[in-house]
């Protein structure tokens, strides 16, 4: 499976955040990601609160959406 550190869609955040193994990580800005309710389908992750309209995940973490960069 191909991971968000060769994605397109994931921005590294080195030395955004004070937790040291935060700032190894990154922001995913995939469109298959989103906080509207109604916004369900098969191939989606939708969470109904405010985080800002983003994940964090670690460079290693794996996705079905992966973009090549």
Same mark, same amino acid.
């Given at each position: 499976?191909?991971? *968000? /550190?060769? *994605?397109?869609?994931?921005?590294? +955040? +080195?030395?955004?955040? =004070?937790? /040291?193994? &935060?700032?190894?990580?990154?922001? *995913? /800005? ?7 309710? @109604? ?6 992750? +939708?969470?109904? =609160? #405010?985080? @800002? @309209?983003?994940?964090?995940? @670690?460079? #290693?973490?794996?996705? +079905?959406?992966?973009?090549? &960069?």
């Amino acid at each position: 499976m191909e991971t *968000c /550190k060769t *994605c397109q869609l994931w921005r590294p +955040v +080195v030395g955004e955040f =004070y937790n /040291k193994e &935060a700032s190894n990580g990154g922001i *995913c /800005k995939s469109g298959k990601i989103t906080e509207e309710i @109604g916004g369900y389908a098969p191939d989606r992750l +939708v969470y109904p =609160y #405010d985080e @800002g @309209g983003y994940f964090w995940t @670690g460079p #290693d973490f794996g996705c +079905v959406h992966h973009k090549d &960069a």
